[in-house]
């Protein structure tokens, strides 16, 4: 399985800003993805990243609330932007392990918005 | 932590009991299974995962079954333990090998709380 580290692990924000949130894999994937767990919820797909290309984003989410890099095959930021109450919720990135196959997930970022 | 328990069904056994949590999935499509452990203050842990070509697999303590007749998914843990006291999550992934790569749609989760 992969080792994923996500930065921050935490933070609290104001309203009206934007946090980037940091994703780091210690082998080359091809595969990212990110995905909100909102309180008490499961999880939801927010976007697929790909090194070289433009995210793939899921119903509901879209490239100017939720901007994603993907510089190399071992790294990838989320940026929840201009946030609100409503964003509050915990923030995981993961990785496939081959084509079609299982997912492996980073610890997660819990963003509190005040 | 997180509120978990407001929304979550539950399940509570005593420890050395066997668990069976179970899980409906909606996509007929859906040809790849796999159950998560989410611990507090953790990202979702793969436990083990089926393809839709198997109706069983089994690992460490771990067994999963599946049932596409009714899109039905159980994982058994056996002689549970009170460290296998976390949330439980099933996904479900459709065409995968195909072009539909990671597209993992999650059940809703089950609060297992295992009692010394």
């Known amino acids: 399985s992969a080792v994923i580290s996500q930065k921050p692990s935490r933070d609290i924000c104001q309203r009206g800003t934007s946090l980037t949130i940091q994703c780091q894999v210690d082998?080359?994937?091809?595969?990212m993805f990110w995905y909100r767990q909102q309180p008490g919820q499961s999880l939801t797909l927010i976007a697929t990243?790909?090194?070289?290309?433009?995210?793939?984003?899921e119903s509901g989410f879209v490239i100017d609330k939720f901007p994603i890099s993907r510089p190399n095959l071992t790294f990838s930021t989320l940026t929840v932007s201009n946030m609100s109450p409503e964003d509050s919720s915990i923030y995981l990135c993961?990785?496939?392990?081959?084509?079609?196959?299982?997912?492996?997930f980073g610890p997660g970022t819990r963003l509190l918005v005040l | 932590g997180e509120s978990v328990g407001l929304h979550l069904p539950t399940l509570s056994v005593q420890e050395g009991d066997n668990s069976i949590i179970n899980c409906a999935y909606s996509?007929?499509?859906?040809?790849?299974f796999i159950w998560y452990k989410q611990e507090s203050g953790k990202g979702p842990q793969f436990i083990i995962d089926?393809?839709?070509?198997?109706d069983k697999r089994q690992g460490q303590r771990v067994t999963v079954l599946l049932n596409k007749t009714v899109k039905h998914l159980s994982l058994q843990i056996a002689a549970t333990q009170p460290g296998d006291s976390a949330v439980y999550f099933c996904?479900?992934?459709?065409?995968?090998?195909?072009?539909?790569?990671?597209?993992?749609?999650f059940g809703q989760g089950t609060i297992l709380t295992v009692h010394p």
């Open positions: 993961s990785v496939e392990r081959g084509t079609g196959q299982s997912q492996y």
């Open positions: 996509n007929s499509a859906s040809d790849y």
């Open positions: 990243a790909n090194q070289g290309s433009e995210a793939t984003y």
């Open positions: 082998s080359q994937v091809t595969m």
């Open positions: 996904a479900e992934n459709a065409n995968a090998g195909g072009t539909s790569y990671g597209k993992l749609t």
């Open positions: 089926i393809r839709s070509n198997m």
